[in-house]
């Protein structure tokens, strides 16, 4: 059972560069998400989706942007890297909001 | 808009003494609530869950919570702390049947530190 699977797990970005980071998820969940950590600030959302074709901003949206063409697959693009992106980013994916979420191992970025 | 409080970012505690950790959380319409825990470079792994059904959510490693809408609160609790219990704890809130449904908001953390 893969679950959520993120890919890369370790990128380094040079400022102005762009990237997608990769999300996938095998357990035909409807809901998607993902979010940013950085230290000791918990876990931001920045943006989410509620099925395919369907995705709305979380809470530190800007910089970024995501699409959901399929259920499986959520990736999060960055078109300008600025330092302020260098996080940890962690996809998840849910069936409900009854249920909880299933985490990715995380994707560690930074840019430089 | 639901949103969550942690209302410590670091608890000490002695091992063999119980833990107490504070979340509450603001939500217009019947929320969800879980707490998650995470090892020094580790994933998130589910502790518990509350979804409407008993207000006393048992977990796992002998943790629970307790739902309280009067209070808007979801305190964590442990009768005895291991070192193992180490880690940083989050509280969450999901919302259902509003505008915001789908949304899934992290506080902002507790750490944990356990002495021997």
């Known amino acids: 059972n893969a679950g959520v699977t993120q890919t890369p797990k370790f990128r380094i970005l040079k400022i102005g560069q762009s990237m997608t980071l990769q999300c996938a998820q095998d357990m035909n969940h409807n809901y998607m998400y993902w979010y940013r950590q950085d230290p000791g600030m918990g876990l931001k959302l920045i943006y989410y989706?509620?099925?395919?074709?369907?995705?709305d901003k979380g809470e530190v949206p800007n910089g970024y942007n995501v699409s959901r063409s399929t259920t499986e697959y959520f990736p999060l693009r960055l078109e300008l890297a600025a330092p302020s992106q260098t996080s940890v980013y962690f996809c998840?994916?849910?069936?409900?909001?009854?249920?909880?979420?299933?985490f990715g191992q995380g994707t560690r970025l930074t840019v430089v | 808009a639901q949103s969550v409080t942690q209302l410590d970012s670091h608890v000490s505690v002695s091992e063999g003494t119980p833990v107490l950790l504070r979340c509450n959380y603001s939500?217009?319409?019947?929320?969800?609530l879980f707490w998650y825990v995470q090892h020094p470079n580790k994933g998130l792994q589910l502790l518990l869950k509350y979804t409407s059904a008993a207000t006393l959510v048992k977990g796992i490693n002998g943790f629970e919570a307790e739902f309280k809408k009067s209070e808007t609160s979801f305190h964590l609790t442990k009768p005895s702390a291991h070192m193992s219990d180490a880690a940083e704890y989050f509280c969450v809130v999901s919302d259902h049947g509003s505008s915001n449904t789908g949304k899934l908001i992290f506080g902002q953390g507790t750490t944990l530190q356990v002495k021997p």
């Open positions: 939500s217009s319409y019947s929320p969800s």
């Open positions: 998840a994916s849910s069936p409900d909001t009854y249920t909880e979420a299933f």
């Open positions: 989706s509620v099925g395919a074709g369907i995705t």
